[in-house]
């Protein structure tokens, strides 16, 4: 096998989901593509990988220091909702229900996979409610174990902030599922019914 | 949402088997990859896609101008397989059944994608007929309607070399599959089983 085509199986089998027959067809594909448009995908790969910036205030994935959102003077800026990822804040954006902010955790705590609550930005977080002005904080937090994990430290972490509300989304997505596929509807509702924490 | 991220996922999109929604999920691992290894990623796509060569022989992808199979002098170099397509190749080769050489088209014929004889090797197959020495090609061309019309206009070419026998591997192979996806067995047998054509 040519050695080019090896090397180009071997990287595309590291993706997720792609075993090395489907790195084969996917190089087959490459063959079939102008040269120019394999450039502009892998150029645009390699500007994402290198260039990607956070948001200095919530996490998200951002081109400016304040992402969209958290500079859309139009939004609700008391409501702050809790997400694991970037994904997250796109599927709840879909439903076109939610008028707050967003704070990207980054991830959940998984001494499994090490990953600690320092790991995440959960001081980011505080920072923002120091600072004030902030009613609400919904938890949006998937419910596997580590997500569950994850929910209780948050709860003892904002404790500390007496005058603002924490709620969780109602329990309306099934356990274990990864709230990045769920469908809008089943969100929306999540949304509406989310519940004050004791 | 992000730029760099828009641009990214409507890149990926691209791809075969690809939707938006994978397209996100594989740039969210691409986050999670050191920048470095997503680095060596796309040189390894642009270097495959810009250096790739083909063999002057067979058409097989290959990195010298004579592809390691044509190089091979322990290969029987009296029998051609005639496949469409490089993966074809590998997929017999996987059977480690065949010792001869190979002839990839690069296609098949096609009046409705605009596929014309003339775009495939079928020139630099006579070419090869032309220099002698080759007793046998065998026709392992998929079972589709553009497959037998490739199958009929080859053997139409090929009744001018009256000493070459041209043979078919057997129809072990369900109508519409693609004899990239068919296991090594059935590939096997089809080749041993293949047969003379009047």
């Known amino acids: 096998m040519s050695k ?14 792609v075993g090395s027959r489907t790195a084969l067809r996917l ?17 645009s790969i390699d500007r994402f990988r290198r260039d990607v910036k956070y948001c200095s205030q919530c996490n998200n994935l951002s081109d400016d220091p304040l992402c969209p959102i958290c ?18 804040v796109l599927s709840i954006e879909n439903t076109r ?19 600690a609550p320092s ?8 920072e923002r409610l120091d600072r ?15 997500g569950e994990t994850t929910l209780f430290y ?7 902030y007496p005058g603002v509300k924490i709620t ?14 769920v469908d809008a509807l089943t969100i929306t509702h999540a949304l509406i019914n989310r519940r004050e924490m004791e």
Chains 1, 2 share one sequence.
């Open 4 to 17: 080019l085509l090896q090397d180009v199986v071997g990287e595309l089998s590291r993706l997720p989901g």
């Open 27 to 43: 190089a087959m594909h490459l063959l079939r593509m102008e040269p120019e448009a394999v450039g502009e995908m892998t150029r």
């Open 71 to 88: 500079a859309d003077r139009e939004r609700d800026h008391g409501t702050v909702c809790v997400v694991e990822q970037v994904a997250d």
């Open 97 to 115: 229900q939610y008028r707050g902010l967003y704070h990207v955790l980054g991830g959940v705590i998984s001494p499994m996979q090490g990953i």
């Open 119 to 126: 790991d995440l930005k959960i001081d980011l977080l505080c």
């Open 132 to 146: 004030g002005g902030i009613r609400e904080v919904i938890l949006a937090i998937s419910t596997s174990v580590e």
């Open 154 to 160: 948050l709860m003892n972490r904002l404790r500390q």
């Open 168 to 181: 969780s989304i109602a329990r309306g997505i099934g356990f274990g599922d990864e709230l990045e596929y």
